[in-house]
C-alpha cells in the first residue's frame, strides 16, 4: 500500500509517497522551505502545494515538531507560537480536503528507524534522538512507542534547554567544529544515560550522516549508532502512522 508522508520542521517541509510495506519512497522527495514566519494558514498552503506537486488524492500522514495529541499541537516547537492547541488535522483538512492523522515528529521518525531502520529487532528501551533544527526523540520499550518524550526540552547546566545547546541549528548559529559539537551531544546524552539506562541510543537527522564525525567525542558505555534512514524517517513515519489510524 502506498500513502504520502509529509515532515514538517522549522527549516523545510518535505513530503513523499511511501510504499508502507517496505519503507521506500516510490516517488521523489519534494522539499519547500518553511514560511517565515511559519503560520498555521502560510505551512497549510506549502502542504497544498506539496499535496498538488504529488498528484496525491488519499489520506495523508503529517509529522510536527511538537508535543501532539490526537491531532491537536499543544505546543508550538520551533513554529510560531499561533500554532499553541491547533487543530492541525481540521486546519489541513480545511485547506486541502484530504483526511489528515499527525503525530510528533521525533515519535514518527523513530517510528520508521524500528520498523525499518537500525531499530529492527531492538528490545529493551531504545532512544533514537533526531538532530536537525531542533532535538527530537523517540523511547520505545519492547518495541512499544512511549510518545511525546521531549527530551530535548530538559534543561542543561547553563539553565537553557537542551535542545538550544545540542540540535544541529545551534552548531551552525554558533559555527561549531565537530570536536565541540561532539561534546555537547555527550554532555546530553550522558544525562539520558545516567537517569533511563537505556540499551542503545540511535541517532538521526541529516546529522547522522556526519556520525563519524563527532562519535570519537563520545564517552558513553550504552552503544550509540545512526538510524540508517537520514532524512527521510519522518516522511516514512508518517506514512506508517496514517496507515495504523485509518484501518
Not at 89 to 116: R, T
Amino acid at each position: 500500500m502506498e500513502l504520502l508522508g509529509i515532515d514538517i520542521g522549522g527549516s523545510g517541509i518535505k513530503g513523499a509517497i511511501v510504499d508502507v510495506e517496505t519503507g521506500k519512497l516510490v516517488s521523489e522527495r519534494i522539499r519547500i522551505p518553511t514560511p517565515q514566519p511559519a503560520k498555521p494558514k502560510a505551512v497549510a498552503k506549502v502542504v497544498q502545494e506539496l499535496i498538488n506537486d504529488l498528484n496525491w488524492n488519499g489520506p495523508v500522514g503529517v509529522c510536527f515538531p511538537t508535543v501532539i495529541k490526537n491531532g491537536k499541537a499543544l505546543q508550538y516547537g520551533n513554529l510560531h507560537k499561533s500554532w499553541k492547541n491547533k487543530q492541525i488535522d481540521k486546519l489541513f483538512k480545511e485547506c486541502c480536503a484530504n483526511d489528515f492523522y499527525v503525530l510528533n515528529d521525533a515519535d514518527s521518525a523513530a517510528m520508521a528507524v524500528m520498523k525499518f531502520g537500525a531499530g529492527r529487532d531492538k528490545k529493551g528501551l531504545v532512544i533514537t534522538i533526531t538532530i536537525g533544527t531542533g532535538l527530537g526523540s523517540g523511547v520505545f520499550y519492547n518495541g512499544q512507542l512511549l510518545p511525546n518524550f521531549e527530551l530535548g526540552r530538559i534543561y542543561g547546566k547553563q539553565g537553557d534547554i537542551m535542545e538550544s545547546f545540542a540540535a544541529d541549528s545551534a552548531r551552525k548559529r554558533e559555527d561549531l567544529n565537530y570536536k565541540e559539537f561532539g561534546r555537547r551531544i555527550n554532555f546530553f546524552l550522558t544525562h539520558l544515560e545516567q537517569t533511563m539506562r537505556p540499551e542503545i541510543f540511535i541517532i538521526g537527522g541529516g546529522i547522522s550522516k556526519n556520525l563519524d564525525k563527532f562519535e570519537k567525542y563520545l564517552t558513553l558505555e550504552t552503544p550509540v549508532i545512526p538510524a540508517q534512514l537520514l532524512n527521510d524517517a519522518g516522511i516514512i513515519g508518517a506514512a506508517m502512522f496514517a496507515l495504523e489510524n485509518i484501518k
